[in-house]
């Protein structure tokens, strides 16, 4: 053979491997810190680095190393992936592969989308970010597809239809990739849809199982829903699952139930706010464990689970721990499902607290509600203790680091509301917020997860409404909607360091290194609900552009 064309196949064969991914290396990726594969920055979604770099004493030396526009005015809120010097990023129209030390685009793949499907993507135009796996890079589309394509330039390979975006159906979370098998959710739960989990072969895009979370007629918790109201449930899948390979279980949290009026669906209602365990090779529950039976507040229990083996009472234990929008912190046995510990975490109204068994004890305000519709004062509001973007946990500390929620609201029904198809919505409440004295919206806390004791915390006038990541050095990230990237002491709270962006950050960062240096990025670009909807006139002056940063500390 010519040397030559020998050579040539060996570059050729390097350029495929080097924009592969096996699932070994999404296993092994969070415990080296070079790479970050995955949502939750690793299959048990702590959002921890071992990274070491970058300490408690030198961040305030951190500076930027590059900026780049995402093109694009509407709300950001992704995680990107770094896979060998790419990183990846998605928005709500398009997918980017981004030279990671330089921030040059190397392709960009765009949506071709129906100028109708924005009427029906509810709480803010986005993308939460996508998957990587063998050389392919997974999204879900806002007109409810899973698309894969090819990581090395941006070809599209294959898309499989889930619904019809027209019925209220879109996918804005970030899909993972479980043995083998390509696992996504949907959203739409204002919509009268009914939430599923859909498992695909990722060379193909066939679809291989489909798991609806709100029973059908005669499956077990099918007689908690009255009459028809399963057919439009909600119980939607609107934020990525977490994984645990040794149980080989997904870990997906469900959706508020629909409508929100909760007299018109008396009932627990399973399996809308709560968490399902779910085999990802055959999409088979294993278990179930629901936060809100009977759900009247929106309380949507999908941000993403954090999976740790904690000690209990002097015995390691398999957990999975949650801070639900309904403002209890729990801890639950992830093998079997059943709640280790419950507290709240924010004020609380609706409950009195929880039994044994962790279902809540509804107060007086509570009952009233779904008996009578008449209005009632409650705390937290819809929008939560907690909303969608996740928390993360040190293993090194014991600690979960939260961006929590102060806020309650007065609620009512509006009357029994009308189903109507073709992307209408479906609520029938009426919600005015309400907030505290004295002004703190949002406070980031340091939790310990047994008891929802707060360590340290960090007071804010407008709520972070962004995720968080931890390192091995202590070293907490985040970022407000006012633009600011912060960094804190993870050990007690104080502020290390910080630099304005070009807008607000709604998204959720992540640390990684290449050749022996240290790197942080996070994606600035405001939107979603609170900046939507909380008539926050403090925002008004905070501009709307999507831009990838990514931060160092300078070479010597």
Not at 244 to 271: C, F, H, Q, V
Not at 316 to 322: G, N, W
Request: hydrophobic residues 40%; contains cysteine; proline residues 6%.
């Amino acid at each position: 053979m010519n040397p030559r064309s020998s050579l040539f196949i060996v570059l050729i064969l390097a350029s495929f491997l080097s924009h592969a991914q096996t699932i070994d290396e999404i296993l092994n990726a969070p415990l080296k810190g070079e790479s970050v594969l995955s949502n939750g920055m690793g299959y048990n979604a702590q959002r921890f680095s071992p990274l070491k770099q970058i300490t408690t004493k030198n961040a305030k030396g951190l500076v930027p190393v590059w900026s780049t526009s995402m093109a694009s005015n509407l709300g950001e809120e992704a995680q990107p992936l770094v896979f060998n010097g790419v990183m990846y990023v998605t928005n709500f129209n398009s997918t980017l592969a981004i030279n990671a030390l330089t921030g040059q685009i190397l392709w960009k793949h765009a949506l071709e989308l129906d100028s109708g499907v924005p009427r029906v993507i509810c709480c803010g135009q986005v993308n939460r970010g996508p998957a990587l796996f063998d050389g392919k890079v997974f999204r879900g589309t806002p007109d409810a597809h899973m698309l894969a394509l090819d990581a090395k330039t941006g070809k599209e390979l294959w898309r499989t239809k889930l619904m019809d975006w027209q019925d209220g159906y879109s996918v804005t979370g970030a899909p993972i990739v479980a043995n083998g098998v390509l696992v996504t959710g949907m959203a739409g739960g204002e919509y009268g849809t009914r939430g599923f989990l859909a498992g695909f072969d990722p060379q193909t895009g066939k679809e291989l199982w489909r798991h609806y979370n709100v029973p059908a007629p005669g499956e077990p918790g099918s007689e908690t829903w009255p009459g028809d109201t399963a057919d439009r449930g909600g119980a939607t899948t609107w934020v990525a699952g977490s994984y645990d390979p040794e149980l080989d279980l997904i870990y997906w949290g469900t959706g508020n139930a629909g409508p929100w009026n909760a007299s018109m669906r008396k009932g627990d209602n399973k399996n809308a706010s709560s968490v399902i365990a779910v085999n990802p090779k055959t999409g088979r529950l294993a278990w179930a464990f629901q936060f809100t039976p009977g759900d009247p507040f929106d309380f949507d229990s999908v941000s993403q689970m954090v999976l740790a083996d904690i000690k209990v009472k002097g015995e390691t234990k398999k957990v999975l721990m949650h801070a639900d929008k309904n403002g209890f912190l729990y801890v639950i046995d992830r093998a079997t499902g059943q709640i280790v510990a419950g507290n709240k975490y924010v004020k609380v109204t609706w409950a009195k607290g929880l039994d044994a068994n962790g279902r809540p004890i509804w107060s007086e305000s509570t009952t009233k509600l779904v008996e009578t519709g008449q209005e009632v004062e409650s705390w937290p509001a819809n929008t939560g203790g907690m909303n969608w973007y996740p928390m993360s946990f040190s293993p090194k500390t014991g600690l979960l680091y939260a961006n929590t929620l102060e806020g309650g609201m007065l609620i009512k029904h509006t009357g029994p509301v009308e189903y109507k198809s073709r992307g209408q919505r479906y609520i029938g409440v009426a919600i005015k917020k309400l907030w505290p004295e004295d002004g703190n919206r949002g406070w980031l806390r340091a939790m310990d997860p047994l008891t929802a004791k707060v360590k340290w915390e960090y007071p804010t006038q407008i709520p972070h409404w962004a995720g968080l990541t931890v390192t091995a050095s202590d070293v907490l990230f985040t970022g407000n909607m006012q633009g600011e990237f912060m960094a804190f002491d993870a050990l007690n709270g104080r502020k290390l360091w910080s630099f304005q962006t070009s807008s607000g950050i709604t998204s959720q960062p992540i640390t990684w290194s290449h050749q022996g240096r240290q790197y942080v990025t996070v994606i600035s670009g405001i939107g979603g609900v609170y900046a939507q909807n909380a008539g926050d006139e403090r925002l008004n002056k905070v501009n709307p552009g999507g831009s990838v940063w990514t931060f160092a500390l300078p070479q010597r």
